[in-house]
């Protein structure tokens, strides 16, 4: 099946006094119709920049300087701002953090809803409000032909949440990007929210990008998933290989340091010291510094996504070529 | 709501008292209305009879409390320095002021509101730029040379514009207008911009804060990732949540217009309030000068409860006690 979405070597740079940042170099996947890709990785990752160049909304200095995207072929990454705009929205849906400040305050959330219906859809009001009544029905918000005219306020989080997911998915796009969307909110209503949003994308046969860094998210809703380390693909693959067989260095050790509820632990496992900043990307591979298996070649040189079985792996360890005793040289000398 | 509305009348109460005491206290302390009022030659009898039909030997809380009833009902006795009813002084001298005053708002923000959504907007472009650098002059040059650049260039020079008074006025009941005739309208041109000025960069300056605020807000990105028009975007969603600061200052702003119009009715010659207040100022007419002084904290206390109604009606998380909260 060809994919929904394909993101070829996507560069996204940030010029600024001090020169050039690149927030993310040589980023490549695709989502194919109706699959859920989780991307995970440490803050300031790149998680999120990939979302925001796909639906074209980096915030400025941010450019997308190199790669590709392509949404059923055609590229989306080269259109103008309101050719954009049509597809926001209507092709792929948005869903952000923080529910309390994602809607806007002064409008009901039936205005909202109406408003995003009529714009991508050309239905009366009439219609647009009973298409955004059933849509709040969908996302479980109860009594939804009363609270259509609730502004946001009155609200609890979780149901403010629901609201967005409406509103993201009420033009019927065929992918949704969701950044972080139960990061916000209260661990009891995470599963619900988590459990609605894979529901309503099954059903509609929606493809999903989720962008969080809870495991236990990726887990349960993904069907591959993608880690990410300094705006960088470091291993992507199905979700249950990488999670419990991770290939990488860097998936392996953020994989141990999720705390085991089975048993009781003295301490707790680490990645020994802290992601580059962007202005100080290491030669090679961006891992390096941090990486258990390092060795001389991860040193000068950038290592592409290689296939480990299952998995593909940016890690010099799957490249035949290697010398596979270096790790061992390096660690001994 | 209409207890939100008595509530406020109740809170503004204490502050029209004090007011009222000030002004009251300025007859006892800002020179003597009886020797004011006598003038050279008088006899100790003359004297007497006068306090006392003015009431002044009687006690202070007994006469502060005639003061207050009596300015409830309009009247705050005659001026010195014309020998006539200050309410009709008032009354004569408000449309003028409150029309002018009216005309300014209505300038700055007609100008003000669009130039600041516009530079929000377009932060980088020429235009933005060229209106920017145009409000640091509106700030920094004091208004009476504002008036009497205008005067120079639209009266002296090109002789579009009259350069003082109100032209010609209609009378409707005791509401003299200037706004029926084209000579008025014309009359009120120059010293509108001139009063408004101010307020007009002033607004400018704040509506575009607060849309490069609101512009970063996450409810914009959202409303862009919805793929909504750049219309509905910036004047629906990101103007609206400008409005509520830009209400306080403008309702302020405009209690600052009527109050302190006195610079440019001096400039222009406009009959109003404020070239009264002056010329009393000038002849220690303390009647006006209390009045005046009641009537613009009767001003400020009226804005500031159509400001209050106003955030109630553009902002609906004020307006508690009928919003059931969800689970």
């Known amino acids: 099946m060809s994919p ?9 740079e940030f010029p600024t006094r001090r020169g050039v940042l690149t927030a993310l170099d040589g980023v490549s996947f695709s989502i194919a119709p109706g699959e859920v890709l989780g991307v995970v990785g440490e803050s300031g990752a790149g998680k999120s920049m990939t979302g925001a160049a796909i639906i074209g909304l980096l915030e400025p200095p941010g450019r997308i300087a190199g790669g590709q995207i392509l949404l059923n072929g055609k590229r989306i990454d080269n259109l103008r701002y309101d050719q954009m705009r049509r597809i926001r929205g209507r092709e792929i849906g948005a869903i952000f953090q923080d529910p309390l400040t994602t ?43 009363q609270r259509i005219d609730s502004y946001p306020h009155e609200f609890s989080g979780g149901m403010r949440q629901r609201v967005v997911i409406a509103l993201a998915l009420c033009a019927e796009p065929k992918l949704i990007v969701a950044d972080e969307p139960t990061t916000a909110l209260d661990v009891s209503i995470q599963a619900q929210v988590i459990a609605l949003l894979k529901g309503l994308a099954r059903d509609k046969g929606t493809s999903m990008m989720l962008v969080t ?56 496992a680490q990645i020994d010291g802290a992601m580059p900043r962007l202005s100080a ?25 290689l296939a480990t079985g299952a998995t593909e792996a940016a890690c010099w360890l799957y490249d035949p070529v290697s010398e596979k005793h270096a790790p061992e040289a390096m660690r001994h000398g | 709501m209409l207890a939100f509305i008595i509530s406020r009348i109740l809170q503004a109460l204490p502050v029209m008292v004090v007011v009222a005491l000030i002004s009251f206290a300025m007859f006892a302390y800002v020179g003597d209305p009886v020797a004011i009022m006598l003038g050279q ?63 300014a708002a209505l300038v700055s923000l007609c100008a003000g509101v669009p130039m600041g959504v516009y530079t929000g907007l377009y932060r980088n472009s020429w235009l933005s730029r060229f209106f920017l650098t145009f409000s640091l ?83 914009i ?37 009527i109050a302190f119009a006195i610079v440019t009715e001096t400039v222009f010659q406009w009959p109003g ?16 000068m209390a009045a005046y002084l009641m009537l613009i904290a009767l001003v400020f206390v009226t804005i500031n409860l159509v400001v209050d109604l106003l955030y109630y009606a553009v902002d609906p998380r004020l307006r508690v006690g009928n919003a059931k909260r969800g689970h």
């Open chain 2, 273 to 288: 309030m404020g070239l009264l207040f002056i010329q009393s100022v000038n002849s220690a007419d303390i009647p006006v």
């Open chain 1, 103 to 145: 809607l806007n305050p002064l409008y009901t959330v039936g205005d909202q809803l109406v408003e995003t219906i009529q714009t991508h859809l050309g239905l009366d009001v009439a219609e647009a409000r009973k298409r955004a009544v059933g849509w709040l029905e969908m996302v479980g918000i109860p009594a939804a032909a």
């Open chain 2, 137 to 219: 002059i509106g700030v920094s040059l004091p208004t009476f040379l504002i008036g009497i650049l205008l005067i120079l260039v639209f009266s002296v020079w090109l002789g579009w514009l009259p350069s003082f008074g109100r032209g010609d006025t209609v009378q409707i009941g005791w509401w003299s207008t200037g706004l029926l005739t084209a000579s008025g309208l014309k009359a009120l041109v120059l010293p509108s911009v001139t009063l408004g000025l101010f307020q007009l960069t002033l607004i400018m300056r704040l509506v575009r804060a607060e849309m490069l605020e609101v512009l970063r807000t996450d409810y």
């Open chain 2, 41 to 103: 030659d008088f006899t100790e009898a003359q004297r007497q009879a006068l306090v006392a039909s003015l009431g002044l030997d009687r006690p202070f809380f007994v006469q502060f409390a005639k003061f207050i009833w009596n300015a409830m009902h309009g009247e705050f006795g005659l001026s010195y320095r014309l020998s006539r009813p200050v309410a009709e002084l008032i009354q004569e001298r408000a449309p003028a002021t409150l029309e002018l005053a009216f005309c």
């Open chain 1, 4 to 12: 929904l979405l394909e993101v070829r070597d996507l560069r996204v």
């Open chain 2, 221 to 257: 990105k959202f409303a862009k990732a919805r793929g909504l028009a750049n219309r509905a975007i910036n004047f629906g969603h990101a103007l609206k949540n400008t409005l509520v600061p830009v209400i306080t200052v403008a309702g302020l702003q405009l209690g600052g217009i």
């Open chain 1, 281 to 305: 990307i290491p030669r090679g591979c961006a891992f390096n510094p941090r990486c258990p298996e390092v060795f001389a070649r991860c040193l000068v040189e950038r290592p592409a996504l």
């Open chain 1, 213 to 268: 860094h809870d495991m236990g998210v990726i887990a349960e809703t993904a069907d591959r998933v993608a880690v990410m380390y300094a705006g960088r693909i470091a291993e992507i693959g199905p979700v249950r290989e990488v999670v419990k067989h991770p290939k990488h260095p860097y998936s392996a050790g953020l994989m141990a340091s999720i705390p085991p509820l089975d048993r009781r632990v003295d301490h707790l």
